[in-house]
T-cell receptor
Framework: ETGVTQTPRHLVMGMTNKKSLKCEQH?????MYWYKQSAKKPLELMFV???????ENNSVPSRFSPECPNSSHLFLHLHTLQPEDSALYLC?????????????????FGAGSRLTVL | AQTVTQSQPEMSVQEAETVTLSCTYD???????LFWYKQPPSRQMILVIR??????QNATENRFSVNFQKAAKSFSLKISDSQLGDAAMYFC???????????FGAGTRLTVKP
């Protein structure tokens, strides 16, 4: 384990379901990320939270809704998803880029949540 | 926006041999960070090595080293004395100095043959 924990590890849901992915980090980081990983494609940055404020939202459909209640927790709420949303969703954390510490720009990843939309 | 390209979807190497994975990127920034991440079959992405663009010296971490060519915007990873445990997906990544945006390539799947 790297210090970033994602649950559930596997999720199967229908197109009309509502579910949430959870990410938790205990590394003292203040920036958290959601990435989507699909086969044979680059990781797609979905959302970035820095100091609990959303700073990046890369044209992600509104059926994905992030929530960052504090610097240690990040959620991705899912509703009315499509089969093409099936992928591995990776959470990561880091120090904010404004920090000039030596590890500021290194992302620590969780193991991912494998999502299948039927 | 910055883009990262890994032109080798798959590579294989004999155990104990050396392999080089290629990465190129596109940016208009002068200062940035570059990374290689490894994703074993267990899926947890872990950092292999990183390079600050303002440093001319190539980064090294034990058997892993990079060849950073800033003018050519090239950042290749060399793995020496390959081991079976090196088998994984390898991702090249670019991070701006000025924001939290990290961009990844599509990855190279490395197979190590015993």
């Amino acid at each position: 384990e790297t210090g970033v924990t994602q649950t559930p590890r596997h999720l199967v849901m229908g197109m009309t379901n509502k579910k949430s992915l959870k990410c938790e980090q205990h590394l003292g980081h203040n920036a958290m990320y959601w990435y989507k990983q699909s086969a044979k494609k680059p990781l797609e940055l979905m959302f970035v939270y820095s100091l609990e404020e959303r700073v990046e939202n890369n044209s992600v459909p509104s059926r994905f809704s992030p929530e960052c209640p504090n610097s240690s927790h990040l959620f991705l709420h899912l509703h009315t998803l499509q089969p093409e949303d099936s992928a591995l969703y990776l959470c990561a954390s880091s120090q904010d880029s404004a920090s000039h510490s030596s590890g500021a720009n290194v992302l620590t990843f969780g193991a991912g949540s494998r999502l299948t939309v039927l | 926006a910055q883009t990262v390209t890994q032109s080798q979807p798959e590579m294989s190497v004999q155990e104990a041999e050396t392999v080089t994975l290629s990465c190129t990127y596109d940016t208009s920034e002068s200062d940035y960070y570059l990374f290689w991440y490894k994703q074993p079959p267990s899926r947890q992405m872990i950092l292999v090595i990183r390079q600050e663009a303002y440093k001319q010296q190539n980064a090294t971490e034990n058997r892993f080293s990079v060849n950073f060519q800033k003018a050519a915007k090239s950042f290749s990873l060399k793995i020496s004395d390959s081991q079976l445990g090196d088998a994984a997906m390898y991702f090249c990544a670019y991070r701006s100095l000025y924001n939290n945006d990290m961009r990844f390539g599509a990855g190279t799947r490395l197979t190590v043959k015993p």
